[in-house]
């Protein structure tokens, strides 16, 4: 019943979506494209927060070391976009099985801190060589997806919808059941006779590769790779508030909160400097009065839970 | 001569992190808080003491007491409007109480970084020292400030030490830290001794930040920064024991003065983070951590 009623709600929202750029300007357009890579982003995100419980505080470690892997490639060796994508997908599949070993012997704040360091380590590697890197400028493409608006918004659009199917699907399936157990209670998962660590490590290295894919796309999709778009500590916490807003544990939720986020930061782009505050404001009232977040809402008024 | 700038200036900044991971570290160890809003709190007495003192014409003495007093309230609104709701509210599981703490003091860090931002620009300020002229130590030329900072740390620290060993209230702040329990079992009001223990830190963060701003001057930009440093002195420490802090504080100040002045500017908090790394890996409990 839950999943028809899910079903309900989101294909007509893909179909508006699927017919937005009938009705829409470009600008409008390139916006949600945005909004949908963020979007894989947060459902990445809540997959290893919501339901291995993992509190990763880097999330743009992943989608950095995605990202500028690829980067790299075609910049330097001119390799094809699909090539780039998937060895970026593979890079940030090791980075996420590299941060899943202390994730496995570390608990709450201190594996918070580990994942935040290796945001700021990969931020003064990729400054320190800038000469190879592009450092702060960032590192221009020689190709990128496509120069349409809207063939790119459909790029961004089946991207979404694919990664949210199979992410969402995974967190419904039986395997989604264990690792929830195991984020839950480590212990007694461990004790009916689960590999809690087998499943951590599968949830970090699926969170990686769409992390990394997503990277890959969003960097071809603007046609360059810098620092202040996949790495900084500021997209991470972006990718954080907007799958807390959209309501952990849902993956769906994340990709609301992801349109939204982005949404709100530009309909309040006339406040300037303040807009940031507004959305950050906005954040903290859902958090302190609907923790739990705008899909927690509509699933719990369906009288799940 | 190298060695002995290294020594002097290596002092002051590591006195100056100290006390500003004091803070956070005391409000981790009594309740449980990693407030993730310390660095946009340090920012804020900073910046309202270069406001008062300088563009107000109140003079530094003033103009510090407004920063500290500004981080005061800051600390309070942290408590009451953001923590204490997330940690009573009935629809948060108690297992996620802890994210939502941080995220939600993440949030409110970012608020008062913009609101700085927006109202006093994001330039870099330097908040007028409050007192001049420099001395020369065995030939190393020394602002006199650059001493008052590590020696009023240290006072501030001390009287700390103090108030928390020798007084029946401190007393009982070390108690909650040790067991909240035992602690309301004996006619505690345990309510009353997290506020006691937000003022502290408000004091705390509010000093360091106004020191702070005086030796290097701060722009709102600084708030991550700061917040990641202070949370990672923290750790190299040991989550809540503020020993362990203090000595880490002195690794993390000395390793990126030496960094800074032996091999290059530029990678100063390198060095730091690869050491935090290894530290967390073998001794996830810190220097002097008791789990």
Known sequence: ?305 | MLALQILIDGFAISSLYALGATGFTLIFGVSGVLNLSHGAIMVVAAVIAWWVSGSFGAGPYLGALAGVGASLACAFFTYRVIVRPIQNSPAIPREEKEIFVLTGTLLWGIMLQEAVAYLFTDNPKTVRPLVEGVVMILGVRTPWNEILTAALSWAVIGLLYLLVNRTRTGKSLLAASMNPRGLTLLGFELSSIYVLVWAIYGILAGIAGVLLGAFLGVSSGNAGTLTASAFSIVVLGGLGSVSGSLIAAYVVGYLETMTAYLVNPSIRTVPVLLLLVAVVYVRPQGLLGRR
């Open chain 1, 1 to 305: 019943m839950f999943r028809s009623r899910t079903f309900l709600i989101v294909l007509p929202a893909l179909l508006v979506m699927a017919l937005l750029p009938l009705g829409v300007g470009g600008y409008i357009l390139g916006l949600l494209t945005l909004a949908y890579y963020y979007a894989v982003f947060a459902m990445s995100w809540d997959l290893l927060f919501g339901f291995a419980g993992e509190v990763n505080f880097g999330p743009s470690f992943l989608i950095g070391v995605g990202a500028y892997t690829a980067a790299l490639l075609n910049h330097y060796w001119m390799w094809p976009i699909p090539a780039c994508l998937a060895a970026g997908a593979v890079a940030a599949v090791i980075a996420g099985a590299v941060l899943a070993v202390p994730a496995l012997r570390l608990t709450g704040p201190y594996f918070g801190l580990v994942t935040l360091v290796a945001v700021l380590l990969l931020q003064n590697v990729l400054v320190l060589f800038a000469g190879i890197t592009g450092g702060e400028i960032g590192l221009d493409l020689p190709d990128v997806l496509a120069i349409d608006d809207t063939t790119n918004y459909y790029y961004a659009l089946a991207f979404m919808t694919v990664s949210g199917a199979i992410l969402f699907g995974l967190s419904q399936s039986p395997v989604g059941l264990i690792l929830q157990a195991s984020g839950q209670d480590a212990i007694e998962a461990a004790a009916l006779g689960f590999n809690v660590a087998k499943h951590k490590m599968a949830a970090f290295c699926i969170s990686a590769f769409f992390s990394g894919l997503a990277g890959g796309m969003l960097i071809f999709y603007l046609g360059t790779a810098s620092v202040g778009t996949v790495v900084d500590i500021a997209v991470g916490v972006n990718v954080i508030i907007a799958a807390v807003l959209g309501g952990r544990r849902t993956i769906l939720g994340a990709a609301v909160g992801s349109i939204f986020l982005i949404g709100a930061g530009e309909i309040l782009r006339p406040l300037g400097q303040l807009s940031t505050f507004v959305v950050s404001a906005v954040a903290l009232v859902v958090i302190l009065f609907f923790p739990g977040g705008f899909m927690g809402r509509l699933l719990q008024a369906g009288g799940r839970e």
